[in-house]
């Protein structure tokens, strides 16, 4: 029962963050892209969407691992469990910033 009431709260906190990034107050509909440079305008707002995304999940996962130590109640396999959750997050969330990174060096490299 634990178990499904944190999905559905989580569930509600990821649908009520991911709408309000959607939402794009526009005068006029979007143009065709025109241009190279459109381009990679498109390419770098899916980039920040994924890069929040991930963000938000790395956060979400982190806060698992605490709630996973803390109802460990010293037993070794909830503990490890717990710690290979929060190493997880981390390793992810360092992966997340690097590719981020290296785009951003590609970008610059490129002159753009």
């Known amino acids: 029962m634990r178990k499904k009431?944190?999905?559905?709260?989580?569930?509600?906190?990821l649908v009520s963050i991911?709408?309000?990034s959607f939402v794009?107050?526009?005068d006029k509909p979007p143009e065709i892209i025109k241009n190279v440079g459109d381009i990679t305008k498109v390419l770098e707002n899916v980039r920040n969407v994924l890069y929040g995304i991930a963000t938000f999940i790395v956060v979400i996962m982190i806060i698992w691992a605490g709630i996973l130590y803390m109802t460990a109640a010293g037993e070794p396999e909830k503990i490890s469990k717990a710690k290979k959750a929060l190493i997880g997050a981390v390793i992810g969330g360092g992966?997340?910033?690097?590719?981020?990174?290296?785009?951003?060096?590609?970008?610059?490299?490129?002159?753009?």
Request: aromatic share 6%.
């Open 18 to 20: 991911l709408t309000g």
């Open 95 to 112: 992966i997340a910033i690097i590719a981020t990174g290296v785009i951003a060096l590609i970008t610059n490299l490129m002159g753009g």
């Open 24 to 26: 794009f107050a526009q």
């Open 5 to 13: 009431i944190f999905i559905l709260l989580m569930s509600v906190c």
